[in-house]
């Protein structure tokens, strides 16, 4: 059983370019999540999806797309990279049903902006 | 909106002994989830232990128990015999209980554990 998995793993983006982060999971989750990690302030919520075709801004969304055409695929979009968005990036999903409560994480995309 | 503190950026402690993590959290809320999460050097999210806000016993997983004290917003890890393998980051994150809609953790900063053999 995968869980969460997410591709790619490192990635080094020159200021302007973009790329997509791909986040799949096996679990039939309806909630799908993006967070970035910067030291010293945890883990931030950027985007997040209640269901296919569904997506709606976390904590810290400018910067970034999100696009859920796949009930088990969340992307995450950087339509010009700055170095600013150089972070650690988290996807998660979690059950829709009241009770199931534990989110669980990919292993995170470093992503470096020179 | 909710915030969770997490005061101490790092810590250390002998192998075998007691740690104790601290966190606080803000909320208007009554009926909530707290959690700790481990991440080892591996960067894997790792649930250690949760707590249910309406459940008055502490959680406890083996060597990790929790101090929740609710009226003082206060949500501490206690590792007991600590091991090499605890060495890690820990969050203490916080989650509404909703029936529908999306499980938003709100994390804290985070405790750098050290363990000393």
């Known amino acids: 059983n995968a869980g969460v998995t997410q591709t790619p793993k490192f990635r080094v983006l020159k200021t302007g370019q973009s790329m997509t982060l791909l986040c799949a999971q096996d679990m039939n989750h309806e909630y799908m999540y993006w967070y970035r990690q910067d030291p010293g302030m945890g883990l931030r919520l950027i985007h997040y999806?209640?269901?296919?075709?569904?997506?709606a801004k976390g904590e810290v969304p400018d910067g970034y797309n999100v696009s859920r055409l796949k009930k088990q695929n969340f992307l995450l979009g950087l339509e010009s990279a700055a170095p600013s968005q150089t972070s650690v990036y988290f996807c998660?999903?979690?059950?829709?049903?009241?009770?199931?409560?534990?989110?669980?994480f990919g292993q995170g995309t470093r992503l470096t902006v020179v | 909106a909710q915030t969770v503190t997490q005061s101490q950026p790092e810590m250390s402690v002998q192998e075998a002994e007691t740690v104790t993590l601290s966190c606080t959290y803000d909320?208007?809320?009554?009926?909530?989830?707290l959690f700790w999460y481990k991440q080892p050097p591996s960067r894997q999210m790792i649930l250690v232990i949760r707590q249910e806000a309406y459940k008055q016993q502490n959680a406890t997983e083996n060597r990790f128990s929790v101090n929740f004290q609710k009226a003082a917003k206060s949500f501490s890890l206690k590792i007991s015999d600590s091991q090499l393998g605890d060495a890690a980051m820990y969050f203490c994150?916080?989650?509404?209980?909703?029936?529908?809609?999306?499980?938003?953790?709100?994390f804290g900063q985070g405790t750098r554990l050290t363990i000393n053999p």
């Open positions: 998660a999903s979690s059950y829709e049903a009241a009770g199931s409560h534990e989110a669980f």
């Open positions: 999806s209640v269901g296919e075709g569904t997506t």
């Open positions: 994150a916080y989650r509404n209980n909703i029936i529908q809609g999306a499980q938003k953790l709100v």
């Open positions: 909320t208007s809320e009554s009926d909530y989830y």
